[in-house]
């Protein structure tokens, strides 16, 4: 299962996204802080962090439950995970480690987690409902789900402008995939996403729009982490010969979202909370 997402996040997307760990965590972090919100963790709570890349969403959700409580971040990415092993590490808290698992298949202990949470983690399974199943069964009685996704690529300015931007300048573009494929925008669509939740059997389902200014980085740095990741780093990533190209068009549309905070565009995304029954 999940093969082809195993290959691709161990191979350039995982390295890229460790090396931009702490401009990326300074974007999506007040999003993230939002599920967590929603999710409520309590001290001495057990949780799942799925999809936990370099770490960041561990920690603080380790903060949050406090000594008694412990934490598991899983993902698919070794780079990644080496990530937030070494920043565990630095923090020195003895309550979160990280596993190398895929959310879909991972024999998790029965019951054994209060909430489980994802940031932006949850997009990317070959079959959502058996991974959702999963999840659940991992989930002790009456346990939470909490987490943020992305809804559709057009009302989400922070990650389209730069393509937009970029687009007269690069050779034609194939026809979108398919919008329900494992990537970023899988559950754009909140009705599939209900759907995929119930058949997992999970119960008290809500998915609710919220929309939030990001960024945080300066100009230079948001218009390098734009042609690295995204729909335009994609492009990029198989035609790097044509970066040299789309980069004063990129500055140009990023320099008119600059603000005394770093560069600032709007997100659009989908805060989502149910239960084990």
């Known amino acids: ?7 691709y996040w161990n191979n350039s997307a995982g390295a890229t996204w460790a090396a931009l760990q702490d401009r990326l965590d300074r974007q999506i972090e007040p999003l993230g802080q939002r599920a967590m919100d929603a999710g409520a963790p309590k ?19 380790a903060q949050r439950v406090g000594p008694t409580g412990q934490v598991l971040g899983v993902d698919i990415s070794e780079p990644m995970l080496e990530v937030a ?4 590490g630095e923090a020195g808290m003895a309550n979160v480690s990280f596993l190398a698992a895929d959310a879909q298949t991972q024999a998790f202990p029965p019951g054994g987690f209060d909430l489980a949470f994802s940031r932006f983690g949850v997009m990317f399974f070959d079959d959502p409902t058996a991974a959702f199943r999963n999840i659940a069964a991992a989930l002790r009685p009456e346990g939470r789900l909490a987490f943020v996704c992305w809804r559709p690529l057009a009302e989400n300015p922070w990650m389209g402008a730069p393509m ?11 026809p979108p995939a398919d ?14 996403l209900r759907g995929i939740l119930a058949a997992a059997g999970l119960v008290d ?17 948001t218009v390098a982490m ?6 335009l780093g994609a492009v990029l990533r198989e035609n790097p010969e044509l970066k040299d190209g789309v980069v004063g068009a990129i500055r140009e549309a990023l320099a008119r979202h600059v603000t005394p905070q770093g560069v600032m565009l709007a997100s659009a995304t989908w805060i989502v909370t149910a239960k084990r029954p």
């Open 179 to 192: 919008p329900t494929a494992p990537g970023p925008f899988a559950f754009a669509d909140p009705e599939r």
């Open 164 to 174: 937009q931007a970029a687009l007269s300048l690069l050779p034609p573009m194939p």
């Open 205 to 221: 389902i809500d998915i609710a729009p919220h929309d939030q200014m990001i960024g945080g980085n300066d100009l230079d740095e």
């Open 85 to 88: 092993r070494r920043r565990g």
């Open 43 to 61: 001290a001495g709570e057990q949780v799942l962090d799925i999809g936990c890349g370099c770490g960041q969403t561990s920690l603080e959700l």
């Open 226 to 231: 734009s042609l690295r990741v995204g729909p």
């Open 1 to 7: 299962a999940n093969a082809d997402q195993i290959a």
